[in-house]
């Protein structure tokens, strides 16, 4: 049973665009929504984490956005660099870690 | 470099086989988990030890089991192979038993069943 809703599943953008990925969740014993990065070969990687009682939190180039009360929050990257392409997924915290689907995303030069 | 450690890294054996995948968390590490990602699947969390006691059962096969012994690295054990086993398993591991969910992902054991 997926608990979390990631979309798109694959987004394409120019060197510098902002891609913007979203995830929704259900059930709100959830306390800690982190997101992580996969390159090809390798294991997700944390990459940035949020709590509900926030509702933006900035790491570098990377934003995650959060509302509580939609049970929505989004992952914008800005600036965003060729190397920057990889599978993002969103995740939830509740008693064990639960992810989305997942977002290829790829960043042409 | 995670500091989580898999072998093998690439698997290939026939349905009806049993085969053993190893993970050894960061140092210090008490807790470990197994994912198993597919392409239909995503990531599907399948089980977790804390400092060798069972924690938590996720979307785990009763063809499958695990354990984690005294030094903490922890095997997953994969019988009676079916075709549909053929995926990528990943263990990670964190500091402690209830935590954020920032876990420490290796660089995952591909096993193909043919």
């Known amino acids: 049973q997926q608990q979390v809703k990631q979309s798109p599943q694959s987004l394409i953008v120019q060197k510098g665009g902002i891609p913007i990925i979203n995830c929704a969740y259900e059930?709100?014993?959830?306390?800690?929504f982190p997101w992580y990065q996969q390159f090809p070969g390798k294991g997700p990687a944390l990459l940035i984490a949020?709590?509900?009682?926030?509702s933006e939190k900035k790491e570098g180039r990377f934003t995650i956005s959060f509302n509580k009360s939609a049970k929505q929050f989004s992952l914008h990257i800005m600036d965003s660099q060729p190397g920057d392409s990889a599978t993002y997924f969103c995740?939830?915290?509740?008693?064990?870690?639960?992810f989305g689907e997942g977002t290829q995303l790829t960043v042409n030069p | 470099d995670s500091g989580v450690t898999q072998t093998p890294k690439h698997l290939i054996t026939a349905t009806g086989q049993r085969v053993t995948l190893r993970c050894s968390p960061r140092?210090?590490?008490?807790?470990v988990y197994w994912y198993q990602q597919s392409l239909d699947q995503g990531l599907q969390f399948l089980i977790q030890?804390?400092?060798?006691?069972?924690?938590a059962k996720g979307n785990i096969l009763e063809r499958f089991s695990a354990q984690q012994f005294p030094d903490l690295h922890s095997e997953l054990n994969l019988s009676s192979l079916e075709l549909g086993d053929s995926a990528l398993y990943f263990c990670?591991?964190?500091?402690?038993?209830?935590?954020?969910?920032?876990?420490?992902f290796g660089e995952g054991s591909r096993l193909t069943v043919l």
């Open positions: 990670a591991s964190s500091a402690s038993g209830s935590n954020t969910g920032e876990l420490f």
């Open positions: 059930n709100t014993a959830f306390d800690y």
């Open positions: 949020i709590r509900p009682d926030v």
């Open positions: 995740a939830a915290w509740g008693s064990r870690l639960t």
């Open positions: 140092s210090g590490d008490l807790s």
């Open positions: 030890y804390y400092n060798g006691e069972e924690r």
